[in-house]
């Protein structure tokens, strides 16, 4: 059931091409110039009377929904808030009928979800659901769902429903970009281009498995550690941090790069692991900036960039990793990659149960 692989967390990391393309198939018009989303019941008039975008989730879902708001900005220019779930419906958020409320979900029974789902429509808001599974409570209460084809998640920590999750948003920035005229049809065609050859790039990480378990195996024994990096970057630090406290028990925090002077970089010092993304190149130098105020403390920094960049990372870096090259708000669905790799070989290195983690469950239906 495993299919060969020791883990079911190790096999969802390796679907994650599969899930992609899958997720991809037949939502991408065949002249690949634009977003068929024929599930859709939203038409052209009720999106552009939104106003306003909410986005909702938990834990991992959540992350997928950072990058969310990223993308629907970008490409939309529409306002997005991301609150979780359990925060959302009481701080009295402001739903009004012209806001669209996203909630994500991979089960689509996580109870804070589901109760922020009910919250939005009680408020005359119009829900979309993006969730892996058909028929899930989520999917049933939601008026429209994309349904994310990442295929069953089993081991507890979520992977190819998280890159699931950022294809969806992808496909869903583009439509609404294409229905309310922000982005113009060459834009859209090279974006659509630049996600078709995600898969083949998410092969060329994972074929390079060895050398993330080797930067595991060293860093599997430090008591804490810190993620780092700046907008899409910093969502994904987010996501690396989860997983890594998840499987493998070991303290680590994600801070925006930026923020680490104001007061968590009193806790660097000789030898702690700082893993640093680098990946958006208007933010490059500023990042390598706040690299170095933590070098000087003597953190032990590996760096996440985009491959082409070797010689000015390396001179700021310990240890490095490159990721193949794409367009800056597509490199969340290939930066996570080697970040969950990490995770799963340093709870393995630490003799955990890697895809049932102690005190967690994988769908959390209480509030
Ligand atoms: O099924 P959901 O996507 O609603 O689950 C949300 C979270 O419970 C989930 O993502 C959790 O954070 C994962 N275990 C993280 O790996």
Not at 34 to 61: D, K, N, W, Y
Not at 227 to 255: M, N, P
Not at 320 to 337: D, E, Y
Request: aromatic share 6%; charged share 25%.
């Amino acid at each position: 059931e495993k299919g060969g692989y020791d883990h079911f967390m190790l096999k969802e990391i390796y679907e994650q091409p599969k899930a992609y393309r899958d997720t991809m198939r037949g939502r991408v018009s065949e002249d690949g110039k634009s977003v068929t989303l024929s599930e859709l019941s939203m038409t052209p008039e009720q999106i552009r009377a939104f106003r306003r975008v909410h986005i909702v989730a938990c834990g991992t879902a959540m992350h997928a929904g950072m990058v969310g708001k990223t993308i629907i900005e970008q490409l939309a220019r529409l306002p997005v808030e991301t609150d979780v779930a359990s925060e959302y419906r009481y701080r009295s958020p402001i739903i009004t009928p012209d806001t669209l409320v996203i909630v994500v979900s991979q089960s689509g029974e996580t109870a804070d979800t589901l109760a922020a789902l009910r919250e939005a429509k009680r408020c005359g808001a119009r829900v979309l659901a993006i969730t892996n599974v058909v028929g899930s409570s989520v999917a049933r209460e939601a008026d429209d769902t994309i349904v994310t084809l990442a295929g069953p998640e089993i081991a507890v920590a979520s992977t190819k429903a998280y890159t699931s999750q950022l294809i969806a948003f992808y496909l869903f920035g583009l439509y609404l970009a294409q229905t309310l005229g922000t982005r113009d049809e060459a834009f859209v065609a090279n974006m659509l281009a630049a996600m078709q050859a995600l898969p083949e790039q998410v092969e060329r990480i994972l074929a390079q498995a060895e050398t993330i378990k080797e930067i595991a195996d060293a860093i599997a024994h430090n008591r804490s550690l810190f993620f780092i990096g700046r907008g899409v970057d910093y969502a994904v630090a987010l996501e690396g941090s989860l997983k890594l406290k998840e499987i493998s028990y070991i303290h680590s925090e994600a801070y925006a790069a930026g923020e680490l002077k104001h007061g968590t970089l009193a806790l660097i010092e000789e030898g702690v692991p700082v893993i640093a993304l680098l990946t958006q190149e208007e933010l490059f130098e500023k990042t390598i900036s706040n690299i170095k105020e933590t070098k000087a403390r003597g953190a032990n920094v590996l760096g996440i960039y985009n491959e082409g960049q070797e010689a000015e990372v390396a001179k700021s870096v310990d240890s490095q990793f490159a990721i193949p090259r794409t367009l800056p708000l597509l490199t969340p669905a290939l930066s996570v990659v080697p970040l969950q790799l990490l995770s799963y070989y340093a709870s393995l290195a630490l003799g955990h149960d890697v895809d049932k983690p102690r005190n967690l469950a994988k769908s959390v239906t209480v509030e």
